[in-house]
């Protein structure tokens, strides 16, 4: 077991609410790349396309394996996930994230994030992975797991800061499983 390392630093200008009056869901997020969130159905395989068309090769590899994404794996993805996708002032997709039991093992909840090139390294990935830990949690699971390259620095960085990590490589890929019940407070939200 592999414990987070070092303090997260805060988030500049992200907050989360609660959809008031609601079953726990994402979290709507603020932040100035971010306008709504919208949940994704095999209908909105356009507005994915779109998203994918503003990532890199290398950044389609790292979340997909491959890179080229058809409207049949985002239908196979849906059967197991529940995917949103964030879009941007213009309406334009910003990030998709999407979470469910992909692996199918009891109280686990597995996680899968793509930001658009342009808005990385701006607090989108590790809000999102952070509302789809609390769902996740808020729904029973113990176990958020993400299965990325090894050489992702930036996705197993964001992994660590959430809470406590294990590691377990897999040739050139890595799992990375984040214990729930120990999640890393949120700055934005957290006591001073």
Not at 4 to 32: D, K, N, T, Y
Not at 68 to 83: F, N
């Amino acid at each position: 077991m592999q414990a987070a390392r070092g303090r997260r630093q805060p988030l500049q200008g992200l907050s989360a609410i609660r959809p008031a009056g609601g079953p726990p869901e994402l979290l709507l997020l603020r932040h100035p790349a971010l306008a709504h969130t919208r949940r994704v159905t095999e209908a909105d395989w356009d507005l994915v396309a779109a998203l994918h068309a503003q990532c890199s090769e290398q950044n389609l590899l790292r979340r997909w394996g491959r890179t080229r994404i058809t409207p049949r794996d985002l239908s196979r993805l849906l059967t197991h996930a529940e995917c949103w996708i964030e879009l941007g002032a213009d309406e334009g997709p910003v990030a998709l994230v999407c979470a469910g039991s992909v692996t199918r093992e009891p109280g686990v909840v597995d996680l899968g994030l793509q930001v658009v090139d342009h808005r990385q390294r701006q607090g989108i990935g590790t809000a999102l992975a952070r509302q789809a830990a609390l769902l996740a949690r808020a729904r029973g699971a113990h176990t958020l797991s993400a299965f990325t390259q090894a050489s992702n620095a930036p996705m197993l960085r964001l992994l660590d800061r959430l809470g406590p990590t294990s590691h377990t490589r897999d040739g050139p890929y890595v799992e990375v499983r984040v214990a729930l019940d120990a999640l890393a407070p949120d700055p934005e939200t957290a006591p001073s």
